[in-house]
């Protein structure tokens, strides 16, 4: 049983450095399309007392012959399977930027609603509450043709372009963005007539990224709400200065959580 926990635990997730005395564990979900690298190297750079484990969906990097999941169901199924164990065990802070902040929420959700386990901290980054009026209206990107698909990509910039220009790159990374989008579009969530958990939530987002709706989100909890704003448009979060100041924030909130957990 042990191998086997093991081994799906290696395929769901990218665990850069080990730490066993780790305080609390911090739970990276991708962008749209993204996969698992830039989070997982987290691990390397964040104090002891953190362990960082990237979500590696199916479609891409090791699990690049899998097919991509269809809907939000399935990666919260297939997460909470592989990392409850792990999640009753300490501390857990989850992160999400765009795409991944819609994960991270419909994980917390699912964790709190069925196993009453609830993060020390949600960290959310670069998009709206998914219940929200700017979220319902957003366009859907999922359905464009190629062109129109990479004319949009170039608009939000913070994809290199000598990505966009290489025809083969492409062939491999618009499916699974796509299918991330496709993913989140069709995500439908109502907003709790209560506040679902009681952790602190932190959301983080570009000053030139288009305008999100940061403020809805304060209610899913009846902790503390933080808006924190950075210079940059939508992959602000690359930055290494930005980077920097989010890693230490996350520290800081992880450092301290472990007494109100006790």
Request: glycine share 6%.
């Amino acid at each position: 049983m042990e191998q086997t926990a093991s081994n799906s635990m290696d395929k769901v997730v990218n665990c850069f450095k080990k730490r066993p005395d780790a305080v609390a564990r911090l739970i990276c979900f991708p962008w749209a399309g993204g996969g698992s690298i830039h989070y997982a190297r987290w691990g390397n750079v964040l104090s002891s007392s953190v362990e960082v484990l990237a979500v590696k969906l199916p479609g891409r990097e090791s699990r690049a012959k899998e097919p991509f999941f269809e809907n939000m169901q399935q990666i919260v199924d297939e997460v909470i399977s592989v990392l409850l164990p792990l999640l009753k065990e300490k501390p857990f802070a989850l992160f999400g930027h765009s795409f991944g902040a819609f994960t991270s929420f419909a994980v917390a959700d699912a964790l709190k609603k069925i196993h009453n386990v609830e993060p020390v901290h949600i960290f959310l980054s670069g998009a709206s509450a998914p219940y929200s009026e700017t979220r319902i209206k957003t366009p859907k990107r999922s359905d464009l043709s190629d062109e129109d698909f990479l004319k949009w990509l170039i608009s939000i910039g913070g994809t290199p372009p000598e990505l966009l220009a290489n025809p083969e790159v492409l062939k491999l990374f618009l499916p699974a963005l796509k299918a991330d989008l496709h993913v989140v579009e069709n995500y439908r969530c109502n907003k709790a007539s209560s506040p679902l958990f009681s952790c602190p939530v932190t959301c983080f987002d570009g000053k030139d990224d288009i305008p999100h709706d940061l403020q809805a989100w304060k209610d899913i909890t009846s902790g503390d709400f933080t808006i924190k704003m950075f210079h940059g448009s939508h992959f602000y979060l690359k930055d290494s200065g930005n980077e920097k100041i989010i890693l230490d924030y996350v520290t800081k909130h992880l450092e301290t959580s472990e007494m109100d957990y006790l």
